[in-house]
């Protein structure tokens, strides 16, 4: 087992060279100004969406009383019960569940607490599920919306509240922690109602930048980690990219953004590390939301891998040229496995014998990346030191200015949003929703439903 001072060594950089066969150099170098503009404008406070930038400091404005009222909130709730529920969707649930994923054991949850998240879709088989399974538990919920009026987290809020409410009667607001609006809101006035601890979503951050508020740091706190490291590695990065120490996040930017002027319409995240499934989800909603609109965006998409290079492998060697990929590569494991030596050798592996199996998934990973770029997919590969709290925090930070920047650079508002309410409105229209009559009629009439 390596020591935690071995895996904090390092710092995160950016390799593109397998895109340089489709793009020049040049093409690069003449975005950089961008960037740096882009980069300048974010610092500013100069770009639309603006009053959505809060984000950017959320690193520093995340101060000891803060972290200090989260640790103990973290605490009470683990002596209440084991179980906690994080109901939220979207940016309300991605960021803390892929910290979560990416430090807990693989198998087994810890003796101390069990985060189960919900309220992020509408399977009734789920949600029923879960319900049997807290019948006869203690459990916790730490409710996060900032209106608490969207449906999926909505509905679930209303189960879990009824059945906390029949186990433990007026004791019940003890179980509940919502992280919500600061003065407005149907969860923020329930809270006052009815006494729930609270913490705030901030009015100047949008969901999905929210993973170092309160939205993201508090369920991965009461799943017992570290999270004033977190904050530390998003503040660390922040200072090494606004001074200048690294530019990987410009550079990522300029890359991606040039590939997509040559036709690379789609970007796939991949990962060779089994605990960063999470991750490529809450990556694949900050670029998605951020840049997908006005007829633009590079689409993006994920793959685990090597599984998925015996799924979509195929496709992504010698399917359509649309392609570009950015591999997220860890560097250090957090263990130390050998592949034993046999003396039949009846399955021809002994060529592997006594190397490590991260050796083996290493070289797996830089022959994928070559495959691909002979295959006509113009590959970058962001290398982060370890799986630790502080470089997890430095990696959302880079992700979160790469997308500022990237929005800029392909022309739209990187934070907002409108197209994410238009199923809304059929939805609700079609379960009869007061005030949705017109639309109701609309539907009607072009015979979407009958």
């Given at each position: ?448 439903y009958e």
């Open positions: 087992m390596m020591k935690k001072t071995d895996l904090d060594t390092g710092k995160m950089d950016l390799d593109y060279k397998h895109t340089l066969t489709f793009i020049s150099p040049e093409e690069v170098d003449v975005l950089y100004p961008e960037a740096v503009r882009a980069l300048k404008n974010l610092r500013e406070r100069k770009t639309a969406g603006s009053e959505f930038l809060g984000w950017l400091d959320l690193p520093l404005r995340m101060g000891e009383v803060e972290l200090l009222r989260m640790e103990r909130t973290a605490v009470r709730l683990r002596k209440l019960a084991k179980i906690t529920i994080v109901v939220g969707i979207g940016g309300s649930y991605l960021g803390s569940k892929a910290v979560i994923d990416m430090l807990s054991p693989n198998f087994g949850c810890e003796e101390e607490a069990e985060v189960i998240f919900a309220g992020y879709n509408l399977g009734e088989d789920y949600m029923y599920e879960l319900l049997a399974y807290l019948e006869d538990r203690d459990f916790n919920l730490c409710v996060i919306s900032k209106s608490g009026t969207t449906t999926e987290p909505a509905v679930a809020f209303r189960f879990f509240r009824e059945l906390l409410e029949r186990k433990y009667s007026k004791k019940a607001t003890e179980h509940i922690v919502a992280v919500t609006d600061e003065h407005r809101g149907m969860l923020h006035d329930m809270a006052v109602r009815e006494g729930y601890e609270t913490f705030v979503v901030p009015d100047d951050v949008g969901g999905r930048y929210s993973v170092l508020s309160a939205v993201g740091l508090l369920p991965v706190a009461v799943a017992g980690y570290d999270i004033r490291e977190i904050v530390k590695g998003a503040a660390d990065m922040r200072n090494d990219i606004f001074n200048g120490k690294n530019d990987a996040a410009l550079k990522y930017a300029c890359v991606r953004n040039a590939l997509y002027r040559k036709g690379f319409c789609v970007e796939i995240l991949a990962n060779f590390h089994p605990k960063l499934h999470f991750l490529a989800e809450w990556w694949k909603q900050l670029f998605g939301e951020s840049e997908g609109k006005e007829g633009k965006g590079i689409f993006p998409a994920t793959a685990d891998f090597t599984t998925d290079l015996h799924s979509i492998g195929q496709y992504i060697q010698e399917g359509r040229r649309m392609l570009m990929e950015t591999v997220v590569s860890v560097e250090k494991t957090g263990c130390r496995l050998f592949i034993p030596f046999d003396t039949e050798d009846a399955d021809g592996l002994n060529y592997m014998g006594g190397k490590r199996i991260d050796e083996v998934n290493k070289m797996a990973e830089l022959g994928t990346r070559i495959a691909h770029k002979e295959g006509g997919v113009p590959n970058m590969s962001i290398k982060m030191p370890a799986l630790t709290p502080y470089h997890i925090g430095r990696l959302f930070y880079f992700f979160e200015i790469a997308c500022g920047i990237s929005g800029q650079l392909s022309g739209v508002n990187p934070f907002d949003q409108p197209g994410v309410e238009a199923y809304k409105k059929n939805m609700f229209a079609l379960l009869g929703k007061p005030g949705y009559e017109e639309e109701s009629e609309r539907l009607k009439k072009n015979a979407f």
